[in-house]
């Protein structure tokens, strides 16, 4: 009897699924969304007569959203310093 293995991954922005280590679906906006998908497509391979595992990280493993978008827009972005004022003040008349 074949196995098929069901992961649920953090993703930048969300949760993706991978069966069999090949990803499926899309970006999902939390780990219940992923895991409602991956047990649909998991249905069909239980009807097909094979075993299917699921496997779910825990909360301590997932990183706030805010998080994971910092870090991956920092990774992105250009290291450079800001300048000192970005609107330089004109000296007044008198």
Do not use: C, H
Request: glycine share 8%.
């Amino acid at each position: 009897m074949v196995q098929s293995v069901f992961d649920i991954v953090k993703a930048p922005l969300g949760w993706t699924v991978y069966a069999d280590n090949v990803k499926i679906g899309g970006v999902y906006d939390s780990r219940g969304a992923a895991l409602e998908a991956a047990a649909l497509a998991a249905s069909f391979a239980v009807n097909d007569g094979g075993g299917v595992r699921i496997n779910v990280p825990g909360a301590e493993e997932e990183k706030p959203r805010w998080k994971t978008a910092f870090e991956a827009a920092t990774a992105i972005l250009p290291n450079q310093e800001p300048p000192a004022d970005p609107l330089p003040r004109r000296a007044a008349r008198r």
